[in-house]
């Protein structure tokens, strides 16, 4: 018997220990042992696997991330959903192996780690709400302040990325207050830059950066946070205190592309602080030469066209971007930005209008849909096409007109020197043609031996030799002209086109029509002569009506290309210039109450030019709604009843379906209720008329507008549920 129960306890007592040593280190045990067994188990296996998880993925991450050299480099890089899908696998595993620290060690002191890494993954994959909801616990629950302040800085960070302005600023200026550790304090420095700079607001963003490099070690990413202060530097103006940062990226390990742009950078302020130094001899043409920067000579050219229009020099800026754009390779962002820069010189410095929307075209057709100039572009892009729509009716019918005023023996002196020069172009071109097929059969003789026969005796094959090829071009250009590629090119009847492109004479032969390019050596006196004479003369408005018809056609463009430049362009000294032209040419324009209202408000500047404008619509149109307009403007008073009954004409149409109308009147007229109690109430109204008309990006583009314009309006959450709801319809690009 006693044997027996030696034997039970025996076998008991292990079972015992297990049990007492398993209830000594229990989660909830406050006893010291209990307390180390969880801090080591937590440290040293789920939460340790945890953090190297999170580590991989970040840098996983920052190797996949395309620097934009071109723009502002943001100081943290943006937490991106998108990017963080190559890495989902190890944030989920990082999730999952914090889950288990506070699941099973919570009186563990890494507990507070772990919630900020589980916040931080969560944050990574979009998931916002779970995100700001992990660090506000380690805020409202953590043990340790240090934890607590780390949690709070991540928490900024992540307002941040909302564009939560104000909440980040708030949890800001808590941090200032709070003692923290160097590293800590590191973070909220770098972090409180990023708020500011993506804010809009540098200075103080490079004022708090210079107080945080002495804390950063030599690093690739202290070489781009100075590359960001030496660009925001620049954006302000201080141009030797941003060559000051663009030196030091070159002293803290920088990878090629970031020295190469720091180096060009700096060349192009040393210009721009000594303007009398020629761009020869700064150093651009020693980068050009270096084989290692084959890839980025389209940068070289961009960035020396950029300090040649700077200085004026418009023709040889021209040249320099062009150049960019034939040497670039593969780089089509860069060239995007090439094509941008030719747009906007061709449009206001040279004010060439179509090839302005030719390059707008182009940049547009090959800029990632991301890209945060893409919708301006768009938005210029569709404007120019309307634009030089209507600037070509009013040129075109311009030169007929002035054509139309000659006398019969005029005109057809003028018809036959538009045909001469045709052809004088022609043979010139040609010539040209001849003289490049002759060198390049000389080279191509030179190649082969002086023998004209190649592959085994044959000749070579035609799209093989680049001087039979240009032969052709030219002889079916000679033949059909300028022909676009699509189908029944080869039609006789198809519409004549204009001669602009075509003939040397002047703005007066831009308007006639062309006439078909098969005669070859035209004759004057030979019928083939007559024939494309009589073709080019009958589009000239010989006749009363013809005439008429011609300036109506011109009224009616003017009148367009002044609200174009008003509103799409928002270009309001050319606004005027066309508005004038309108009443000087078209004193009984149909358009004129319209004409004074719209000069009033562009007149923003001026305003004595604005109270006359006034003055004459409220004398010579004291009834019309231009009227009524221009008095709801100046007298805050009377706003209010009159705007409601405006808005509520306008959301008629809206809620009748007439949408394009309530969205032209209530564009037409918004600038009326500037400053008046139901501003942001027609703002709205058009933000939902945008998404009717326009489509979801353009209705994303005016709740953002809208957001930004009204941040006090009482109908801000409701414009940021639309905004949420918008962007789960969108998707995630």
């Keep these: 018997m006693i044997d027996r129960f030696t034997s039970h306890i025996r076998r008991t007592l292990p079972l015992l220990a297990v049990t007492l040593v398993v209830a000594a280190c229990s989660q909830y045990s406050s006893r010291p042992g209990a307390i180390t067994f969880h801090n080591v188990a937590a440290r040293y296996n789920a939460y340790f696997m945890a953090e190297q998880d999170m580590l991989e993925a970040e840098y996983e991450m920052q190797k996949a991330y395309k620097e934009n050299y071109n723009q502002l480099l943001p100081i943290l890089l943006p937490m991106d959903s998108v990017r963080a899908q190559a890495v989902k696998p190890r944030l989920l595993d ?12 919570q009186n563990s002191k890494w507990i507070d780690n772990s919630y900020i890494l589980l916040g931080k993954s969560r944050l990574y994959l979009g998931e916002w709400a779970d995100g700001l909801e992990a660090l506000r616990y380690v805020y409202a629950n953590g ?69 945080t490099f002495p804390l950063l070690k030599k690093s690739v990413e202290t070489a781009r946070i100075h590359f960001a202060a030496a660009q925001m530097y620049d954006r302000l103006g201080q141009y030797a205190l941003a060559n000051r940062h663009y030196k030091s990226v070159s002293k803290n390990k920088p990878n090629y592309d970031l020295g190469f742009y720091s180096s060009m950078n700096s060349l192009q302020n040393e210009v721009v602080l000594n303007p009398q130094r020629d761009l020869g001899d700064v150093g651009f043409e020693k980068m050009l030469r270096d084989r290692k920067n084959d890839d980025l000579k389209d940068r070289v050219y961009f960035t020396m066209g950029l300090l040649a229009e700077h200085k004026k020099q418009i023709p040889e800026a021209v040249g320099y971007l062009q150049k960019a754009a034939s040497v670039s390779k593969g780089n089509m962002q860069q060239k995007a930005y090439t094509y941008l820069q030719l747009a906007r010189i061709e449009y206001e410095s040279l004010e060439n209008f179509e090839m302005s929307k030719a390059y707008y075209d182009s940049a547009l057709a090959i800029l990632p849909q991301e890209a945060p100039e893409y919708r301006l572009v768009a938005d210029r892009k569709r404007a120019l096409d309307n634009f030089v729509t209507q600037y070509t009716v009013v040129s075109t019918e311009d030169s007929l007109q002035r054509l139309a005023k000659m006398n019969p023996a005029a005109l057809d002196n003028k018809i036959d020197a538009i045909i001469e020069a045709r052809e004088r172009k022609r043979l010139e071109e040609e010539e040209k043609a001849r003289k490049a097929q002759i060198a390049a059969q000389n080279a191509s003789l030179q190649q082969n031996g002086g023998n004209p026969l190649v592959n085994g005796g044959e000749r070579r094959w035609e799209l093989y030799d680049p001087a039979l090829v240009n032969k052709g071009k030219i002889e079916f250009k000679r033949i059909w002209g300028n022909r676009p590629l699509e189908d029944d090119w080869r039609r006789s009847s198809r519409p004549l086109r204009s001669l602009a492109g075509n003939n040397g004479t002047g703005s007066d032969s831009m308007a006639v029509a062309q006439a078909p390019q098969e005669n070859t050596g035209l004759k004057k006196g030979t019928p083939e002569w007559d024939q494309v004479h009589a073709l080019l003369k009958k589009d000239v408005p010989l006749t009363d009506t013809a005439f008429a018809a011609s300036q109506k056609k011109k009224e009616e463009a003017l009148y367009n290309l002044g609200k174009i430049y008003r509103f799409d362009l928002k270009e309001s000294n050319r606004a005027i210039a066309a508005f004038e032209r309108v009443l000087s040419e078209y004193p009984q324009t149909q358009y004129k109450d319209e004409i004074y209202y719209l000069l009033f408000l562009s007149n923003e500047e001026n305003s004595a030019q604005k109270e006359s404008w006034k003055s004459k619509l409220l004398s010579e149109y004291p009834n019309s709604t231009y009227a009524r307009l221009v008095n709801k403007s100046t ?68 709740i953002t507008e809208f957001m930004r314009l009204y941040p006090t309006s009482i109908y801000l959450p409701r414009i940021k549920e639309m905004q949420d709801f918008n962007s789960v319809s969108m998707g995630n690009r």
């Design 94 to 105: 990082a999730i999952k192996k914090a889950s288990i620290v506070a699941e099973k060690h």
């Design 143 to 211: 043990r340790d302040e240090n934890d607590k302040n780390n949690a709070l800085i991540v928490l900024m960070r992540a307002y941040i990325e909302h564009k939560d302005y104000s909440n980040a600023l708030g949890v800001a200026e808590y941090l200032s207050q709070q003692p923290l550790t160097k590293s800590a304090q590191r973070d909220f420095y770098l972090t409180k830059a990023y708020l500011h700079q993506q804010n809009g607001e540098y200075l103080t963003s490079v004022a708090i950066l210079e107080e």
């Design 635 to 702: 007298d805050a008073s009377g706003t209010s009843g009159n705007a409601m009954k405006e808005y509520e004409a306008m959301y008629k149409l809206y809620a009748d379906g007439n949408y394009t109308k309530a969205l032209e009147d209530i564009e037409k007229n918004l600038p009326s209720y500037k400053g008046s109690s139901m501003e942001d109430k027609f703002a709205l109204l058009r933000v939902f008329l945008i998404g009717k008309v326009r489509g979801k990006e353009a209705y994303a583009q005016a």
